[in-house]
């Protein structure tokens, strides 16, 4: 059996490289429009601001992800009607925001191989739902 033995400092080092990834990530995802500020859903869904607030509680219909001093959104949720994203957002139940984004972004074979954006467009919604409840018990 081989055993890895880390220091501290180098344990630190790896997770604070991991978080810069991840924050580069996020970063170039707002870049390409992958998330948008909130202005954008309040203009499609003619929202205030407070009332996006409160749609972002627990339970409630959307999520954000908090960058830059600032809640982005997945632009993804555009495609969909507010009630019909509600629904998905409390499919998705607790899962961190960031699971629910890469459920957003990924092709699912219960879906037809398509992301749940399309598949709503095609009428899917059930089906979105049942792979949304999935997602979260695999996460």
């Known amino acids: 059996m081989i055993t890895h033995h880390l220091t501290a400092g ?16 996020l970063s170039e995802w707002i870049r390409n429009g992958v998330l948008v500020p909130g202005r954008e859903i309040e203009a499609m869904w ?12 627990p339970g409630g219909e959307l999520f954000s992800l908090w960058i830059a001093q600032q809640h982005w959104y997945p632009s993804e949720i555009l495609r969909f009607s507010r009630d019909a994203f509600a629904e998905v957002n409390r499919a998705l139940g607790d899962c961190d925001p960031t699971h629910k984004l890469l459920f957003l972004l990924t092709t699912h074979g219960a879906l037809r191989g398509l992301r749940p954006a399309r598949a709503y467009v095609q009428g899917l919604l059930p089906d979105i739902l049942r792979a949304a409840e999935v997602w979260t018990s695999d996460h």
Request: charged fraction near 30%; hydrophobic fraction near 45%.
């Open 46 to 57: 003619r929202m205030t601001g407070d009332e996006l607030a409160a749609a972002c509680g």
């Open 10 to 25: 180098a344990v630190r080092s790896a997770l604070e490289d991991a978080r810069a990834r991840g924050e580069a990530c």
